[in-house]
């Protein structure tokens, strides 16, 4: 298993500027394998700490934070020597004693040279019942679930990873475009959690991948009867239920009503609220302009919910096994919305952050937009190869947009004011954008040259 976020986690070991770090993300994306390979692979020894169910750490942090005494107290726990820069100190499931969290403060302020990485599954959560966090204090990475980039090296096709990661279309095309779309359907239905890809690389098993992902849905569904306060359960579970039918829909914006008849916003946002906290959903924001910084311009009532991971949203829906096998089926049925889930999934492990527009009269719309390198790129997900693209022109005739992105089962394109990127393709889009003019403003058209 490579994981994209190691390349984060070497940097932060070299950095002049290094704080204790906090590595967010969803449960069983990863996190604990992470930690102990990099401390395996990049220190002389690890000191781990678990906090699940672990009195004595408790005990430990409950009185002052005298960090020379709490360095001792975690070595013997532990059983290793903590030697700054040698040893990686490892809090994982920090939320479980939030007094654990709170120490990282000192940490930085006392004893900076110690190298020290903390992660809980359910850390979105314990700040949402009011946890103290250490602001600006320490730094932070997202670990997401495995991109299709990863997955490819996962199924032993490190060099086809690494070009597609290049974004060398000379080199893939057409030679390799059907193996990628082979590969990018099993994708689409495994998905890209960790436990379930490690199973399918190794036994091809579609049935068993399902069968994994039902478990971590269950194990969900558990953590939200326990957690969550009584009273927002059932709407969680309504909330989390209703993502397959809400994406299914032609328009995907989120419709409170479609959670249950006659449902508004006051009934279920403090439930959306618990779900993105406990990070098994993805908010996208409508903006009302296609101009940066799109934050500016977001609205906090009219928005797109996604899943965590595509493969859980197949799971979710009762998505056959059967589908992976015709020819682009899965790309189109449900009106697309395994595509979309999909396109919206790379951009987020790709540290993108996507919106989407809307004219007012909803005659157009662009399924995503983002801020990178300065620019506004909005972005279309087309889950065939019909390479119509009204809503684009429409937006970037209303915007004087220099450049547009389409992504589709059609190869690499590059038409100057638009630029077809193939689905398997979408996760090096920030290197397609680099390569190219428009971008740097070199090579943007007026839009009197709009086709």
């Known amino acids: 298993m490579q994981r994209t976020l190691m390349r984060s986690l070497i940097d932060w070991k070299t950095s002049r500027n290094r704080?204790?770090?906090?590595?967010?993300?969803?449960?069983?994306?990863?996190?604990?394998?992470?930690?102990?390979?990099?401390?395996?692979?990049?220190?002389?020894n690890v000191a781990l700490i678990d906090f699940t169910a672990n009195e004595r750490m408790r005990n430990l942090f409950a009185g002052d934070f005298d960090i020379p005494r709490i360095l001792a107290q975690l070595a013997l726990e532990a059983n290793t020597q903590i030697v700054p820069g040698e040893t990686l100190i490892i809090f994982d499931?920090?939320?479980?004693?939030?007094?654990?969290?709170?120490?990282?403060?000192?940490?930085?302020?006392?004893?900076?040279?110690q190298h020290l990485i903390a992660a809980g599954s359910l850390l979105g959560i314990a700040l949402h019942e009011g946890a103290s966090f250490p602001v600006g204090k320490v730094d932070n990475l997202t670990l997401h679930p495995m991109d299709f980039i990863e997955f490819i090296t996962a199924m032993g096709k490190g060099s086809l990873a690494k070009a597609v990661r290049e974004a060398d279309f000379a080199l893939l095309q057409p030679v390799f475009s059907e193996e990628l779309a082979a590969l990018l359907k099993e994708y689409l239905f495994v998905g890209g959690m960790p436990a379930v890809v490690s199973d399918y690389t190794l036994h091809r098993d579609m049935k068993e991948a399902r069968r994994l992902q039902e478990g971590i849905l269950n194990d969900y569904d558990r953590d939200f009867s326990k957690h969550a306060p009584t009273r927002i359960i059932e709407r969680m579970r309504l909330v989390w239920a209703s993502l397959p039918s809400q994406l299914g829909k032609e328009n995907k914006?989120?419709?409170?009503?479609?959670?249950?008849?006659?449902?508004r916003a006051k009934d279920l946002e403090e439930a959306v609220q618990w779900l993105q906290d406990y990070g098994v959903i993805c908010k996208v924001p409508h903006v009302s302009a296609i101009r940066a910084p799109l934050m500016s311009y977001a609205s906090i009532s009219e928005f797109k919910l996604f899943a965590l991971d595509v493969g859980l949203l197949g799971a979710m829906s009762g998505l056959d096994a059967s589908m992976v096998l015709k020819s682009s089926a899965l790309f189109t049925e449900f009106k697309g919305s395994y595509t979309e889930q999909y396109v919206e999934q790379q951009l987020e492990a790709s540290g993108l952050k996507p919106c989407y527009w809307s004219s007012a009269?909803?005659?157009?719309?662009?399924?995503?937009?983002?801020?990178?390198?300065?620019?506004?790129?909005?972005i279309e997900a087309k889950a065939s190869e019909n390479l119509k693209s009204k809503s684009l022109k429409a937006a970037r005739e209303k915007y004087k947009l220099p450049l547009c992105v389409r992504t589709s089962l059609a190869g690499y394109r590059d038409e100057g004011w638009l630029i077809n990127i193939p689905l398997w393709a979408i996760g090096a889009l920030e290197k397609v954008l680099e390569d190219t003019q428009g971008v740097s403003g070199e090579a943007a058209a007026s839009t009197a040259d709009m086709p």
Do not use: C, H
């Open 19 to 44: 704080k204790p770090l906090i590595i967010n993300g969803a449960r069983q994306t990863g996190k604990t394998w992470l930690m102990k390979e990099f401390g395996a692979t990049r220190y002389r």
């Open 253 to 263: 914006k989120f419709i409170y009503g479609a959670v249950r008849r006659g449902a």
């Open 93 to 113: 499931e920090i939320q479980e004693v939030p007094r654990a969290l709170t120490s990282l403060k000192y940490f930085y302020e006392r004893a900076a040279e």
């Open 361 to 378: 009269n909803s005659s157009n719309e662009i399924d995503f937009v983002i801020d990178v390198k300065g620019t506004t790129v909005p």
